[in-house]
């Protein structure tokens, strides 16, 4: 006997509640399909859904529908919604007009619900999953769309669930980019109509990442209400927040597809990405923190997580092509006399890869540079006390390879067999098609073979350019890819297929770490964090741009999946030269690593950097482990502390950017730490903090202060430099 189905559903985690309205029939309320009702903080046991369903009554307005469509989980056409609908399909035209009734509601144990809607009109089957995770308070859910007819579906869209939005929710901060210049915070006053960000670049891109987050007038980095929203997906996107004139507002995210990318046969499913929600009452401080504490239970293999995030140094802006073994192992001396824990080599150790217009695709070492393979390399940098880690871009091929020679058809393009559509190169590579067993096969070989014959323990995995042309070459089978898909857009297969041969790579090898980089920053999500242990945040190690970059991407993940380098003393990228301090003082609240020349880099320089290095080793588990607290900071500012979970303890950076309009600056407050305790205060970085006059720089060091002291009264700053930064270190005595 299904159960019988309630009119309402709650949820509740540690400070939240989600409130489902799946009442299915009633005289003013004839509702087809399921909608969240509230979602914020949690509420008291005598609040009753009733309540909040009564209070959101709402009235015809003029030259209206007498009765709107509601904003449900997949708002859907044939209940005459007006919005973006939540799935959009159709049979050859027909059936597009879904009205779905709620057919079953079950909770497991934990609360989590599955809520299945059918709609007999059009034959589909809607399945919505929705839990709240107890101690985050991070919703997570997706949309599942059955075809439950006897003929194909075509599928436009199946966002997942569509996320109704307080209206005094009234400012949408979205995320803009580029390469280098990655999690720019792009701030939006929400507008009556459709805020929309779209991504085709078969990644999660650097211009458009899929995030969003929707917040009141008032909110800042630690007070106010907030909806924090993250598609966990690595391939094409759509994010939408729409004011309605009627006077409501949603957002909703999913897959975007190509034309004719996604059909569904009798009885096949497709499932939406995860939408991961976090609602805050304490604004972006407490939003980040619920996905950081998310990502830590939920994200990282419990071997990797004990284990104290390695030093890395890589060898990318040391050397970039031009690699030689006795330079390798010169560079490894120094990597690990600076106190280098992982010794990563970077682009160009294999086959014919002397720059990026070769080599792609043959991921056999290259005999000219290393005659005996890379063991007498990986032998060294082992002997220095390091482990070793390997660049590969495993989804790419240049022409010029062998493996193109060979298999000149393994590749995705636009061709149709008709007429000429041109193959487009970037970065003289073109992108494999995995979604062929064969070159999954391939790839899996060629990976499985460098892990199984050389002691390597992390792997730098690249892709570095767009999925512009996603067309299959037509072999159905090694995924879920549709029959008969001869020259049909893949990028949904393409993105499961990556995934797959991620998660085969680790189960043959599961000790062996794997970083996701798309030229920097361009494939950071939750999809692909489910595969991978770090994630490299942006090629640009200019120290000013990274606190911008690292201001947006902690947003949503915490500081030991970030890495961070240190860069050489003139930053490759921009040019702007940044002293040393500043360089590591910015690394070291990642996961640090040094990518710059270390045989040239000079004595003092180096000293410096195996300080910087030091003190990160020497904090490492309260940044790796802390809680985010994000400061209130001027445009030229950039400030934010790392609190233990007991509150014992707590590091805090300031950075001058730019000059100030002022002769002296203003008060550093160190919110977040327990306001009756007392707390003694050091400045730990940089090495000698000095100012252009006798400043608090004298008086500070060692001061206990109390904790209200410090986060109400605050600290005054000394004058600074700018593009200087202080650490402070905060021990409770
Ligand atoms: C990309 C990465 C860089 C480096 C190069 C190598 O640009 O983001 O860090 O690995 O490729 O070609």
């Known amino acids: 006997m299904p159960e019988q189905i ?46 909040l369903a009564l209070m959101a009554t709402r009235q015809e307005a003029q030259a209206c529908m007498p009765e709107e469509a509601p904003i449900a989980l997949s708002p859907e056409l044939g209940a005459g919604f007006q919005g973006n609908a939540g799935i959009q399909f159709h049979r050859d035209g027909r059936q597009w007009a879904s009205y779905s009734k709620i057919d079953s509601v079950t909770e497991d144990q934990n609360g989590a619900l599955k809520i299945v809607s059918i709609c007999l009109a059009s034959e589909i089957k809607v399945t919505h999953r929705l839990a709240l995770d107890k101690h985050s308070d991070v ?166 997580a004990e284990k104290p995030r390695p030093v890395h140094f890589n060898t990318w802006e040391a050397m970039y092509f ?26 160009g150790w294999f086959k014919n890869r002397r720059s990026d217009s070769a080599g792609l695709g043959d991921w056999f070492v290259d005999k000219s540079i290393f005659p005996q393979g890379l063991s007498p390399l990986i032998d060294y940098v082992q002997a220095k006390g390091m482990e070793f880690g390997l660049w590969v871009e495993p989804e790419m091929v240049n022409p010029d390879s062998d493996l193109y020679r060979a298999h000149p058809d393994w590749i995705l393009s636009a061709e149709t067999g008709l007429g000429e559509v041109p193959l487009l190169l970037a970065r003289n590579q073109l992108v494999l098609d995995l979604t062929r067993p064969e070159v999954q096969e391939y790839l899996f070989k060629c990976i499985d073979g460098l892990l199984s ?40 297969y393409q993105t499961l297929a990556l995934y797959q041969l991620l998660a085969r790579i680790r189960d043959a090898h599961p000790t062996v770490e794997i970083e996701s980089c798309a030229s920097g ?60 301090a500043m360089r590591a003082g910015v690394a070291l609240f990642g996961h640090m690593g040094i990518e710059a020349n270390l045989l040239t880099m000079e004595e003092s320089e180096k000293a410096e950097l195996t300080a910087g290095v030091a003190l990160h080793k020497q904090h490492r588990q309260l940044i790796h482990r802390g809680d985010l607290v994000r400061l209130e900071s001027a445009a030229n500012e950039n400030s934010f502390g790392m609190i233990s979970g007991d509150r014992e303890q707590g590091l805090f950076s300031y950075a001058l950017l730019d000059s100030h309009a002022n002769s002296a600056p203003g ?53 600074m430099l700018p593009q200087s930064l202080l650490i402070f270190y905060l021990q409770k005595h």
């Open 6 to 51: 309630q009119p309402f559903y709650t949820v509740h985690s540690d400070h939240c509640s989600l409130v489902l309205d799946c009442r299915s029939s009633g005289s003013n309320h004839d509702r087809h399909g399921p909608a969240i009702l509230y979602w914020g903080p949690r509420l008291g046991a005598e609040t009753t859904p009733e309540m």
């Open 139 to 304: 919703l997570t859910t997706t949309t599942e769309l059955t075809n439950i007819g006897s003929q194909c579906l075509w599928v436009d869209q199946c966002n997942a669930p569509t996320i109704p939005v307080p209206m005094h929710y009234n400012k949408i901060l979205g995320f803009a980019g580029r390469w280098g210049n990655e999690f720019q915070r792009q701030p939006v006053d929400r507008f009556m109509g459709t805020y929309l960000r779209e991504n085709r670049s078969g990644r999660s891109s650097h211009d458009a990442f899929p995030g969003v987050i929707l917040h009141t007038e008032q909110t800042n980095e630690g007070a106010g209400a907030a909806y924090g929203l993250h598609l966990g997906w690595s391939g094409n996107h759509q994010i939408r927040v729409e004011e309605q004139f009627v006077g409501r507002a949603y957002a909703q995210m999913g897959e975007l597809f190509f034309p004719g990318e996604l059909s569904l046969e009798p009885n096949q499913s497709y499932c939406s990405p995860t939408l991961y929600g976090v609602s805050s009452e304490n604004g972006l401080s407490a939003l980040s923190q619920s996905f950081h504490r998310y990502i830590r239970a939920k994200f990282r293999n419990s071997s990797r």
């Open 322 to 347: 031009d690699l030689s073994l006795e330079r390798l192992c010169s560079l490894a001396d120094k990597a690990a006399a600076v106190g280098a824990e992982r010794f990563v080599l970077d682009d």
């Open 453 to 492: 014959q050389n002691a390597i323990s992390y792997l730098k995995w690249d892709m570095n350019r767009a999925v512009s042309q996603p067309g299959g070459t037509s072999q159905p089978g090694g995924t879920s890819q549709p029959s008969g898909a001869g020259g049909r857009a893949v990028p949904h």
């Open 521 to 580: 920053g361009g494939r950071a999500d939750l999809g692909i964090l489910s595969h991978t242990d770090r994630i490299w945040t942006s090629d640009t190690n200019d120290a000013l741009d990274r606190l911008r970059i690292q201001n947006g991407f902690s947003l949503f993940f915490p500081a030991e999946i970030m890495g961070a380098h240190v860069g050489p003393k003139d930053c490759h990228i921009t040019g702007r030269s940044i002293n040393m």
């Open 667 to 719: 008060r550093l407050r160190f919110c977040g730490l327990n306001p009756e305790a007392q707390y003694k205060i050091n400045i730990v970085w940089p090495l000698k903090p000095s100012s252009i006059s006798k400043s608090i720089l004298d008086v500070i060091d060692g001061a206990v202060i109390s904790g209200d002291a410090l986060a109400n009264s605050g600290v005054q700053l000394p004058i």
